[in-house]
């Protein structure tokens, strides 16, 4: 037996692969680094944001989200920044976690683990977390898991089939980055899920605060060891799993997709993604008046909907072309003049 696998078994704990979590460092951005109001990846209650990490809030617009690259922790470059917008009203980040990837949690005490700092503790003075089971039906999990959230202070109640499996605490972040820790027990009769979830728990908050989390991590065993930091590319992948985003960036240089035109008005394009979904996903086109087809001649385009959706292929119908003929190659890109290009994303988070 090697040394490493002796101090492993002496631990407890693996050498990799202990963390449960997704982009835990939150380094992975493909909805972008920024969510506000009145856009596509906006910060509307039950969002995703920074990848596999859902937004939880009492209304929308309550709190912009953005990768933060300056107020992180010595050795970190990326943290979530939770910068309160609508004072009063409790907000948090949440990661529901498939069930092939936490099915040998249950039954077992496992430990999150977090950094986080805050702004100012003049108000935002009550940050908690939770480890949280699933028993109904597995990885169909409820998408707004807040049944209410509460007076300040009380723990927010879980919608049906949700369980707290630890006793949410206040946890005194200060102004500077900590590490903050929870253990529990996932007992929960018949759970198949496990969640984690951080946020503020008071209702007096001021415009203007912030909240900063980072190296986010869930682990089996009864206390934390350091954060396993996994590289972008593997977090990347892992994350392509339960969304990807492809954007056309010049005229007849990044296709989006290819396909057959169907008649002179539209056109079926097929879009294989990277890696295999987690269930089949819905489209999400944006900027589409600045996309183009072409088959030899320019064609305009003027929707995009999902025709077949597989979590091994999808199939994409597009109508609005113009002078086509049927049985033509056809190809979906950048018209050449607009920016920023189209966009094509498959959504196929839990």
Known sequence: MTLARE????????????????????QVKQRGG????????????????????????????????????????????????????????????????????????IGNEVTLSFKAKVSATTNLDNVKCAIIAWDGTADTLTDDMISAWGSEGTNPTLATNYTYENTPANLNLTTSYATYTTTATIDT???KNVVVFIWSDVTTTSTGEFLYVTDVQLEKGPSNSIFERKSYGQQLTESLRYFEIRTAQENNNERLAYGMAEGSTSAQFGFHP???KFKAPSLIVTDIG?????????????????????????????????????????????????????????DAEI
């Open 7 to 26: 101090l492993a078994d002496t631990a407890g704990q693996q050498l990799s692969e202990r963390n449960k979590l997704i982009n835990g460092d939150f």
């Open 274 to 276: 990277k890696v295999t």
């Open 189 to 191: 009769s018949g759970a």
């Open 290 to 346: 600045n996309a183009q087809t072409y088959d030899g001649a320019t064609r305009g385009i003027s929707s995009l909907t999902m025709a077949e959706s597989g979590i091994h292929y999808c199939n994409m119908a597009a109508s609005g072309l113009s002078g086509s003929a049927l049985g033509r190659a056809i190809q979906l890109s950048r018209d050449g003049t607009d920016s920023p290009g189209p966009t094509i994303a498959l």
């Open 34 to 105: 920024s969510h506000t109001s009145g856009i596509t990846y906006n910060n509307n209650d039950t969002s995703y944001t920074l990848d596999r990490w859902q937004l939880f809030s009492d209304g929308n617009d309550i709190v912009d989200v953005t990768q933060e690259t300056t107020t992180v922790p010595t050795n970190g470059l990326y943290a979530i920044a939770l910068d309160v917008e609508t004072a009063n009203k409790k907000f948090g980040i949440a990661q529901k976690i498939e069930q092939k990837n936490c099915v040998d949690l």
